[in-house]
Structures are given as C-alpha cells and as structure tokens.
C-alpha cells in the first residue's frame, strides 16, 4: 500500500477518534460528498520525495488538511487548525505497513474561500516514513 494513504488512513482514524474535533466538526474527508455541512476536514492534499539512505529506504510525506467554514469570523476556523495540531503534531500513529518515524506540524493559514461565502484553513503535516 502506498504510504500516503497508509498515512492518510492513520490521520483519518486519529482525528474521527477525537471527541474534541468531531464536536466541532461535521466531518472528515478523503473526498468530501456534495451537500455535506460545514464545518469539515479534507485530507486530499498530498506529496511525496524520497527519504532514503544507502541503508534505509524512506519517504518523506507532506500532507495538507484543509478546513472548510461557513463561520464570518475565522475563529472557529483556526480553532479547528489547532485541534488538528494538538492531536497529530508528534503523534505516533501505526501505519498498516510502514513505520512512521516522525510526524510534525508545518506552517498554517486561513483564507477567505473562493466561493466568497467561506473561510478555508490549511496545515501541513510532515511525515518520516520508513518503508518495510
């Protein structure tokens, strides 16, 4: 299995665990379905490089989650980008084949959506993964 989605499949199961995140959201997504409420996660921006060494083979993978709100401010927003840091930034998550060997919170923003009606919030994620 690739290790984006291993990793994905890793983020996906932390963050639909945490009480404190799924009260505050509708949802997360690998794909977000038509009509689905606001405010939620996505977890459709990835890549990859190579990580290796002459003895490890590795990845490196960045992820990003984004935050879609309806909300005028952008508190509820970067409320829900810090929940997102507080339970994935040094998280030691179980890959279903690999072996995450750190996982670390990268930069954040938030933006007004294209769409003029919502507020978007980002934050990477990087990922040192050693392949089995």
Known sequence: MHPI???KEAVYS???????????????????????AYPCVTLTLAEVEDWGTR??????????LQVFSRERSSQSCL???DRLHAVLH????SLSEDV?????????DVTPG????????????YAWIEIS
């Open 100 to 108: 995450l060997v750190s996982l670390r919170a990268g930069a954040s």
């Open 90 to 93: 040094d998280a030691s998550l």
């Open 55 to 64: 003895t490890v083979c590795g990845q490196r993978v960045a992820l990003t």
């Open 5 to 7: 989605w291993q990793l």
């Open 79 to 81: 409320n829900i980008l």
């Open 14 to 36: 932390a963050l639909t665990g945490d009480a404190t995140l799924m009260a505050m959201v509708t949802g997360v997504y690998d794909y977000v379905p038509e009509d689905t």
């Open 114 to 125: 294209s769409d003029g009606l919502s507020i978007q919030g980002r934050i990477a994620f």
